[in-house]
Nanobody, 121 residues
Framework: QVRLVESGGGLVQAGGSLRLSCAAS????????MAWYRQAPGKQRELVAT???????NYLDSVKGRFTISGDNTENTVYLQMNILRPEDTAVYYC???????????????WGQGTQVTVSS
């Protein structure tokens, strides 16, 4: 069994910062990549940032320069540092990971339960 558990969401004023964490646990052989998605009310889920096992990162254009994704391979954890938050960043943020379980040959995508981020104006 593999689990992704997010933490760090909350309410913050515009211009403020939050740091999200996501820890993967279970029978994990290797994590190929981890990512953060978000979904605002009435909108489709969108990819915010990704990081590969080798450390390559990519970002949604609207968060470039404000958000930073980082990972700790030894702890199977990914972080999202969010600075200069805007009301339009309000959403449920989901952790996503592409994982190969112990004794498995293929990778499977797992999702966390989501954490709410609310930015007030």
């Amino acid at each position: 069994q593999v689990r992704l558990v997010e933490s760090g969401g909350g309410l913050v004023q515009a211009g403020g910062s939050l740091r999200l964490s996501c820890a993967a646990s279970g029978s994990i052989a290797r994590i190929n990549s981890m990512a953060w998605y978000r979904q605002a009310p009435g909108k489709q889920r969108e990819l915010v940032a990704t990081i590969t096992n080798g450390g390559t990162t990519n970002y949604l254009d609207s968060v470039k320069g404000r958000f930073t994704i980082s990972g700790d391979n030894t702890e199977n954890t990914v972080y999202l540092q969010m600075n200069i938050l805007r009301p339009e960043d309000t959403a449920v943020y989901y952790c996503n990971a592409n994982i190969r379980r112990t004794y498995a040959v293929s990778y499977v995508t797992y999702w966390g339960q989501g954490t709410q981020v609310t930015v007030s104006s």
